[in-house]
């Protein structure tokens, strides 16, 4: 009795250790998310002032649509595969969560009591990888902007090469939805496949 007990022991602290690392990663994973757009967004701001005191100090303005052109281009990238990054981060972040869900299950098993005072579910299908909302959380919202804004811009200025001005300015202008449309599908693409995944290891489903 006394060796079952021990050996029940050890295995909650192994647990309460393994629910405490996942809550440090969760945690250092918002950060860097949230850093990783930050610096974007620093960078963004950089490279647009960068680019007018290049202009200023080389007198550059005979190549003025090509240079816009791309530097708003290699924002526009770097955006998209920061926008990339976001969302792995996100699920993994779900997926941790999860995981100290399993772990909540096992003392609330071990002990019924403890039920009603769980603050989240002991299950580790919750929560659900969404699309819903994700570009709407404020970091994410201005990632998107900028991505369609940079895109945009590239757009206009290659577009100003070979047409009327009305042309590629009302084209330029068409394409920033276009371009959020397009991140909006990516992200719930790539969101519900993710939840799709992540299904197939779920061994305790909430009631």
Same mark, same amino acid.
């Given at each position: 009795?006394?060796?079952?007990?021990?050996?029940? %022991? $050890?295995? &909650?602290?192994?647990?309460?250790?393994?629910?405490?690392?996942?809550?440090? +990663?969760?945690?250092?994973?918002?950060?860097?998310?949230? !850093? +990783?757009?930050?610096? *974007?967004?620093?960078? %963004?701001?950089? /490279?647009? &002032?960068? /680019?007018?005191?290049?202009?200023?100090?080389? #007198?550059?303005? =005979?190549?003025?649509?090509? @240079?816009?052109?791309?530097?708003?281009?290699?924002?526009?990238?770097?955006?998209?595969?920061?926008?990339?990054? =976001?969302? !792995?981060?996100?699920? %993994?972040?779900?997926?941790?969560?999860?995981?100290?869900?399993?772990?909540?299950?096992?003392?609330?098993?071990?002990?019924? #009591?403890?039920?009603?005072? /769980?603050?989240?579910?002991?299950?580790?299908?919750?929560? $659900?990888?969404?699309?819903?909302?994700?570009?709407? $959380?404020? =970091?994410? +919202?201005?990632?998107?902007?900028?991505?369609?804004?940079?895109?945009?811009?590239?757009?206009?200025?290659?577009?100003?090469?070979?047409?009327?001005?009305?042309?590629?300015?009302?084209? &330029?202008?068409?394409?920033?939805?276009?371009?959020?449309? *397009?991140?909006?599908?990516?992200?719930?693409?790539?969101?519900? #496949?993710?939840?799709?995944? %992540?299904?197939? @290891?779920? +061994?305790?489903?909430?009631?």
């Amino acid at each position: 009795m006394a060796t079952k007990l021990k050996d029940e %022991t $050890r295995s &909650a602290d192994f647990l309460l250790a393994e629910f405490d690392a996942l809550q440090k +990663r969760v945690i250092s994973l918002e950060q860097v998310k949230a !850093n +990783r757009i930050n610096y *974007f967004m620093i960078l %963004t701001s950089a /490279v647009v &002032a960068g /680019v007018a005191a290049l202009f200023d100090a080389l #007198n550059a303005y =005979s190549y003025f649509t090509l @240079i816009i052109a791309g530097v708003a281009l290699l924002l526009g990238v770097i955006g998209l595969i920061t926008l990339d990054y =976001s969302l !792995n981060d996100s699920v %993994t972040i779900v997926f941790f969560l999860r995981m100290a869900g399993r772990i909540r299950r096992y003392f609330v098993d071990k002990d019924k #009591n403890l039920t009603p005072y /769980v603050a989240f579910e002991p299950n580790d299908d919750r929560p $659900r990888i969404r699309a819903e909302g994700f570009s709407f $959380r404020g =970091s994410e +919202r201005i990632l998107l902007i900028i991505n369609c804004v940079s895109l945009s811009v590239c757009t206009l200025a290659v577009l100003a090469q070979f047409f009327h001005w009305f042309i590629y300015v009302s084209t &330029a202008i068409l394409f920033m939805p276009i371009i959020w449309f *397009f991140q909006q599908f990516y992200i719930k693409k790539k969101l519900t #496949n993710s939840q799709k995944g %992540t299904s197939t @290891i779920v +061994r305790f489903k909430s009631p």
